[in-house]
């Protein structure tokens, strides 16, 4: 958490909450998120022992985006997408989205994975949010399916603003190793997402603190 406060401009807002706190606000989001009617993984339980260690524990309800693309169709992906917006309209922001984190059950994408998620209603955290969900769709089915079902759910002005989080600093480390598996480069799938709806490569957002 440290490291990150350092490096990342919005990586540090939880540098003082304890173990015990961790799982409290990850218990509490992925209930939230259910109550307002979102495909979430299940919480089913929480707690600490005697050492000081935490645990929080969610119910696994089908296979992640990681297992390849023959089973996600384009329905799925819709849904992926609906699923993100349903958090973001209650103010979540996941800010850690991986294939694994996108479970497939009965038809439906239920998203896993809260602990890095936060109460927030900035623009750019949704924008993060959804960069990663593009990204985590295109290493599972391919750059053209990934950014059709991204441009068709956000719209081509939001879809464009979305494009400056393409960028290998907004990507959690599992993600990068899910994009590396499928030879996929994060900057060639910026460039084909700007030039499907026709639109100028923007700024990228600033993520990190300093570089070299």
């Known amino acids: 958490k440290l490291w990150r406060l350092v490096f990342y401009r919005s990586g540090g807002r939880n540098v003082t909450v304890n173990r015990q706190q961790q799982v409290e606000h990850q218990a509490y989001l992925t209930l939230y998120a259910e109550r307002e009617g979102a495909s979430v993984a299940p919480f089913v339980a929480a707690a600490t022992d005697a050492r000081g260690n935490a645990l929080f524990v969610s ?37 850690d989205i991986t294939p694994d984190d996108l479970q497939v059950a009965d038809g439906r994408v239920h998203v896993g994975g809260f602990d890095r998620a936060t109460i927030d209603w900035a623009d750019t955290s949704r924008q993060l949010d959804e960069a990663q969900l593009l990204a985590c769709t295109a290493a599972a089915v391919g750059a053209d399916r990934a950014i059709e079902a991204a441009s068709t759910a956000l719209g081509v002005e939001q879809f464009t603003e979305m494009t400056t989080f393409l960028q290998q600093a907004a990507m959690p480390t599992a993600l990068r190793r899910a994009l590396d598996d499928a030879e996929l480069d994060i900057d060639d799938l910026r460039k084909a997402a700007v030039a499907h709806v026709d639109a100028e490569d923007q700024e990228l957002q600033t993520i990190r603190r300093f570089s070299v």
């Open 59 to 95: 119910q696994r309800v089908g296979p992640g985006f990681d297992h390849g693309h023959d089973a996600i169709s384009d329905e799925l992906l819709a849904d992926a997408w609906q699923s993100l917006a349903c958090l973001h309209e209650v103010g979540i922001r996941h800010g």
